[in-house]
């Protein structure tokens, strides 16, 4: 069994900051790409950032400049510092992990449960 727990979400004021964090757990051999998405409510789910296991990162164009997606092998955690926020970036995030558990022959792609952000103007 693999978990994700998120935790950090809140709410803030517009130019705020607010970093979350995305904890795996489980009998885990080893985690590939980690993301964060996020979704508002009556739209679809988009990909904020993603990491690879070497750090290589991508960003969704509206908050390059604004968001760093982070992570800590040796904790199984995916981090999302968020800056500058947005009424905009109001949403539920969520992390993702492609991971390969213990004793396992495929990668699996997990989701957190999702943590409100409220941005307020």
């Known amino acids: 069994q693999v978990q994700l727990v998120e935790s950090g979400g809140g709410l803030v004021q517009a130019g705020g900051s607010l970093r979350l964090s995305c904890a795996a757990s489980g009998s885990i051999r080893r985690i590939n790409d980690m993301a964060w998405y996020r979704q508002a409510p009556g739209k679809q789910r988009e990909l904020v950032a993603s990491i690879t296991v070497g750090g290589s990162t991508n960003y969704f164009d509206p908050v390059k400049g604004r968001f760093t997606i982070s992570r800590d092998n040796a904790k199984n955690t995916v981090y999302l510092q968020m800056n500058r926020l947005r009424p905009e970036d109001t949403a539920v995030y969520y992390c993702?992990?492609?991971?390969?558990?213990?004793?396992?022959?495929?990668?699996?792609?997990?989701w957190g449960q999702g943590t409100q952000v409220t941005v307020s103007s």
């Open positions: 993702n992990a492609n991971i390969r558990r213990a004793y396992a022959t495929e990668d699996v792609t997990y």
